[in-house]
């Protein structure tokens, strides 16, 4: 089956300590993107990367980092600088469109509920 | 910077009838529109895709259409059903060079039998 898929579905998290959400697909797509979504809020993009070996800040950077070595993996780190982690998390890939800079349906993995103790 | 609004933020509705969701945004050059159904605790799964050049896109009781030049496009839900009792959220994909998705926060449903 093609898809994407994260790991874990829940995360506890401690103060000050780092942890890695993972993110895995196998849809040939060239881009992945970070959501984070809080209640009664839409997404809010954290880290995308368009290319293996490069990645771009979103909206939320802040307090958190990403690497793209290989192409259908895209893992996500919550870093202590994260003052307010408690959230869930959705990975997402999505194909280059026809157009320079475009990209077409995007595909979502089923979330990571991370909560700080 | 492309704004997403979706308007109302819930909705309730009887058994049979037809949902009119709605999703509106600020900046009309888009790439495309996609409407995503969210469960629950789930993530999102994809309904339609409406590329700009298009007008509407249908399947099965669903159809979407986009109006690029008032910054709207809606979807139309037939006939609904409790199991159609969701979260509906709205993307427009930009046409900077990054082609960023930007969301709404969604329209929560409730389908009551």
């Known amino acids: 089956d093609g898809g994407i898929t994260q790991s874990p579905k829940y995360l506890f998290r401690k103060e000050g300590q780092n942890v890695t959400l993972s993110c895995e697909q196998n849809?040939?797509?060239?881009?992945m993107y970070w959501y984070r979504q809080d209640p009664g809020q839409g997404l809010r993009l954290i880290y995308y990367?368009?290319?293996?070996?490069?990645?771009q800040k979103g909206d939320i950077a802040e307090g958190y980092s990403v690497s793209r070595e290989k192409k259908e993996s895209f893992p996500l780190t919550v870093t202590s600088a994260q003052k307010n982690p408690t959230a869930f998390y959705l990975c997402?890939?999505?194909?280059?469109?026809?157009?320079?800079?475009?990209?077409?349906?995007?595909?979502f993995g089923p979330g990571t509920r991370l909560t700080v103790l | 910077k492309q704004e997403v609004t979706q308007i109302p933020a819930a909705l309730s509705v009887p058994e049979g009838e037809n949902l009119v969701l709605n999703c509106s945004f600020t900046?009309?050059?888009?790439?495309?529109l996609q409407w995503f159904r969210q469960d629950p605790g789930k993530g999102l799964t994809s309904l339609l895709l409406?590329?700009?050049?298009?007008r509407e896109q249908t399947s099965g009781r669903l159809n979407a259409s986009l109006d690029k030049s008032s910054g709207r496009s809606t979807l139309y839900i037939a006939a609904s059903q409790p199991g159609d009792s969701a979260t509906y959220l709205c993307?427009?994909?930009?046409?900077?060079?990054?082609?960023?998705?930007?969301f709404g926060a969604g329209t929560q449903v409730v389908v009551t039998p």
């Open positions: 900046d009309s050059a888009i790439y495309n």
């Open positions: 993307a427009v994909g930009g046409t900077d060079s990054w082609g960023k998705f930007q």
């Open positions: 997402a890939s999505s194909i280059r469109g026809k157009e320079a800079g475009s990209y077409n349906e995007q595909f």
């Open positions: 409406i590329q700009s050049s298009q």
């Open positions: 990367s368009q290319i293996v070996n490069d990645f």
């Open positions: 849809l040939n797509h060239d881009a």
